[in-house]
């Protein structure tokens, strides 16, 4: 059993950059691939990127390629997402996830954490 936790999200204005980091508060992280994806108000969720449990092969949705960069470091349990030139159409819940496979679909993985808001401002 994995317990994640999201941290690092907030208000920033448009064109602004936020670092999320997820933590496994119980468990490891190193054995699973890492995921986010986020829910904008009123809308599914979607993928936003992928990673190995390695580090290795990331991948991104195509709105975000070029602006945010997942990554980890197995040493502190933790992956991050690093999102710069934010768009007020990046606001959403953020969520982090870790399943054995680096796959887009939210099935894919097995364990999420709660959710952290990131508000872009116009």
């Known amino acids: 059993q994995v317990q994640l936790v999201e941290s690092g999200g907030g208000l920033v204005q448009a064109g602004g950059s936020l670092r999320l980091s997820c933590a496994a508060s119980?468990?490891?992280?190193?054995?699973?691939?890492g995921g986010w994806f986020r829910q904008p108000p009123g809308k599914e969720r979607e993928f936003v990127a992928a990673?190995?449990?390695?580090?290795?092969?990331?991948y991104y949705a195509d709105s975000m390629k070029g602006r945010f960069t997942i990554s980890r470091d197995n040493a502190k349990n933790t992956v991050y997402l690093q999102m710069n030139s934010l768009k007020p159409e990046d606001t959403a819940v953020y969520y982090c996830?870790?399943?054995?496979?680096?796959?887009?679909?939210?099935?894919?993985?097995?364990?999420w954490g709660q959710g952290i808001q990131v508000t872009v401002s116009s």
């Open positions: 119980r468990g490891s992280f190193r054995p699973y691939a």
């Open positions: 996830a870790a399943g054995l496979v680096a796959g887009r679909g939210s099935s894919d993985y097995d364990y």
């Open positions: 990673v190995s449990w390695s580090g290795g092969s990331p």
